[in-house]
T-cell receptor, first 112, second 113 residues
Framework: SQELEQSPQSLIVQEGKNLTINCTSSKTLYGLYWYKQKYGEGLIFLMM?????EEKSHEKITAKLDEKKQQSSLHITASQPSHAGIYLCGADRGGSNYKLTFGKGTLLTVNP | DADVTQTPRNRITKTGKRIMLECSQT?????MYWYRQDPGLGLQLIYYSFDVKDINKGEISDGYSVSRQAQAKFSLSLESAIPNQTALYFC????????????FGDGTRLSIL
């Protein structure tokens, strides 16, 4: 069974709209990483969350970690076409950042 | 220049051929990783290396081998390629002395006919 479930699998929004992507773990989270991938290209690191309740923001992207719920959310405010891509969450199982388990990804399309 | 460089970026080959994918890094990180990504699936860890003399199998190591030639170089080999090894392959690095995320290369798109 998939240890990390991302929802939705895909999302189409109009430019300017807000959106949220969720990542839910079936096991304890020691750390949660968000990456963005343009189709067929490498992963770009976005944010790392390690403490329950932690929230980080960069430009128009905010990520939160709910440790009790074993869940993280990624929120984009006022989306732009440049936000389009695949968003992947990765979970650190052992607290050492060397064995990451990844979700299947959320494909985001932003229509101008 | 990219911090994590993968070569080649694209490769098409035939079943049964031996293939080597190479990864080099200028970040000075001690840990290196090989992942594969299939359409609609997440990344799966193939092998990882903590240093030149420490290499470990990941989730899906069957059919693959690796070599850590130096701290900065980590290569992945497919001894006898098969079509279901067609995928996008990523190399990543991390630093064990700091609590920082893994850094990824741009990937190698491998097609096996």
């Amino acid at each position: 069974s998939q240890e990390l479930e991302q929802s939705p699998q895909s999302l189409i929004v109009q430019e300017g709209k807000n959106l949220t992507i969720n990542c839910t773990s079936s096991k304890t989270l020691y750390g949660l990483y968000w990456y963005k991938q343009k189709y067929g290209e490498g992963l770009i690191f976005l944010m790392m969350l390690q403490k329950g309740g932690e929230e980080k923001s960069h430009e128009k992207i905010t990520a939160k970690l709910d440790e009790k719920k074993q869940q993280s959310s990624l929120h984009i405010t006022a989306s732009q076409p440049s936000h389009a891509g695949i968003y992947l969450c990765g979970a650190d199982r052992g607290g050492s950042n060397y064995k990451l388990t990844f979700g299947k990804g959320t494909l985001l399309t932003v229509n101008p | 220049d990219a911090d994590v460089t993968q070569t080649p970026r694209n490769r098409i080959t035939k079943t049964g051929k031996r293939i080597m994918l190479e990864c080099s890094q200028t970040k000075g990180h001690d840990r290196m990783y090989w992942y594969r990504q299939d359409p609609g699936l997440g990344l799966q860890l193939i092998y990882y290396s903590f240093d030149v003399k420490d290499i470990n199998k990941g989730e899906i190591s069957d059919g693959y081998s690796v070599s850590r030639q130096a701290q900065a170089k980590f290569s992945l080999s497919l001894e006898s390629a098969i079509p279901n090894q067609t995928a996008l392959y990523f190399c990543a690095t991390s630093d064990s002395s700091s609590n920082q995320p893994q850094h990824f290369g741009d990937g190698t798109r491998l097609s096996i006919l």
